[in-house]
C-alpha cells in the first residue's frame, strides 16, 4: 500500500514535469520507484537493488549484468557497486565493478570512468540506475570491446 502511495505521487510530480512546470521529484522518491520496479523484475540481463535493505538514505546498490551472447564475456556474471550520492539525480552515481574485467570505459582499479560511456558523460537526470547497467551491457558488446581479452573468471578487486 506505501509503495502504491509513493508510486501515485511519483506519477503525479512527473506529470506536472512533462507539463512544462519545474517541479523536482524528491531523490528517494525517485529510488524507492527503482527499487520498486526492479523488485518486480523486468529484463533478465541486468538487476539491480540495494545493497542492504536496512540503508534508510537508498545510497548503496548492487547491480549483476549477465554477459551478452557472441562476445567474451558470454557465460559470466558481473556483479557492481552502485553509490548514489545526496546529488543523485542531478549528479551521475558512481559505479564500480565487483568482477575484475576488461572493458574501455572501466579503470584499472574496476571504477567506470563517467567520461568514456555516453550515459554518464551526457548525463540528465531522469536517466536511471537500470538504464546505466543496460547501456554498460551494450558496451560489451561494442566492437573494441566484444573480443578483448578477459581476466580469469571469478577474479575481484
Known amino acids: 500500500r506505501y509503495q502504491r502511495r ?7 510530480y512527473r506529470l506536472a514535469y512533462s507539463s512544462d512546470l519545474m517541479v523536482q521529484v524528491p531523490r528517494n522518491f525517485l529510488l524507492l520507484d527503482e527499487l520498486e520496479k526492479a523488485e518486480k523484475g523486468g529484463r533478465g540481463d541486468v538487476s539491480i537493488g540495494l545493497e542492504n535493505y536496512d540503508d534508510i538514505t537508498l545510497s548503496h546498490w548492487t547491480g549483476t549484468i549477465i554477459g551478452p551472447v557472441a562476445t567474451v564475456f558470454e557465460g559470466r556474471i558481473y556483479q557492481l557497486k552502485l553509490y548514489c550520492n ?21 579503470q584499472p582499479d574496476g571504477r567506470v570512468d563517467p567520461r568514456k560511456i555516453a550515459v554518464l558523460a551526457n548525463w540528465n537526470s531522469s536517466t536511471g540506475l537500470t538504464k546505466i547497467m543496460v547501456d554498460l551491457r551494450a558496451e560489451m558488446s561494442s566492437p573494441q570491446n566484444r573480443k578483448t581479452s578477459q581476466p580469469p573468471d571469478g577474479s575481484t578487486y
Open 6 to 12: 509513493v508510486h501515485g505521487i511519483i506519477e503525479h
Open 86 to 106: 545526496e546529488r543523485y539525480p542531478h549528479q551521475p552515481p558512481e559505479i564500480r565493478f565487483y568482477n575484475k574485467v576488461n572493458m574501455t570505459c572501466v
